[in-house]
């Protein structure tokens, strides 16, 4: 009754100072002599932050929903490199490259440690920070991303083919089948708009850095996971089983009539979760 009782509290009180949240702070680290845009929500006392990390050719504005949700958390949503307002480096741009990127973020806002939240790719993203920084991460929450390989390496290059040789053309029509289940025509025209904005050699790069074997080895995450999947083809039977071999300490969920942007879908649902997530494993 008691534990109830403070998660009934924790979301009232959410809600309450969600009315009254405040415009994101916008500041800039410095990484490998380039810029990388954050926003920065809540007090700078708090030396442990919830940081969100965005998706393939998306920004730190599709965590909209999400950034004022959380007043009683210091909350972080990182432009990676190449995208939003970030700088836009023509370098190779490796999951790791993206990970390095969110500790130098958390130097310049001097904070120690993190739940890090990955939509589609930024999965990868934080697992790779995971591996480079364990001790400065508390937790990842998992929405709608792969721990394991879409396919075999040579599947994946005919994958990418039509996207090298002309990837104005053809990333609209990967981009248009992946917003097919968003159901608001305004939502799925500014994701469409947000996402073809983003320069083509650093999507190209991107897609390039998510076919790396490297990164898709089973090494066990030993930190809390929240996996929030969307029910879809694109996920086989057995991806909770995966999932919980590389993960011990998970919570997954698989969420039906959502698309692959189901935090802005759900927005309400989703921030819960990882609320709950959160004071469950007492991580912030």
Known sequence: MKKTFCLLWLLTFSAIAFSQSQMPKSSWAKFNDNKVHYTDVGSRKNKDALIFVHGWTCNADFWKESVNAFPEYRVIAIDLPGHGQSDKPKVEYSMEYFAKSIEAVMKKAKIKNAVLVGHSMGTPVIRQFYRLYPKKTLGLVVVDGALRAFAPRAQMEQFFAPLRSDYKTNAAR????????????????????????????????????????????????????????????????DVKELYGTIAPDLDFQMWKGVSHFLMIDKPSEFNREVRLFIVKKKLL
Do not use: C, H
């Open 174 to 237: 990967f981009i248009d089948g992946m917003l097919a289940p968003v159901k608001d025509e305004n939502l799925k025209q500014n994701i469409r708009r947000s996402m073809l904005a983003t320069p083509d050699y650093v999507a190209l790069s991107a897609m390039e850095g998510m076919a790396d074997d490297a990164i898709w080895t089973t090494d066990k995450i030993n930190v809390p996971v929240l996996a929030i999947m969307a029910d879809s083809p694109s996920w086989k039977s």
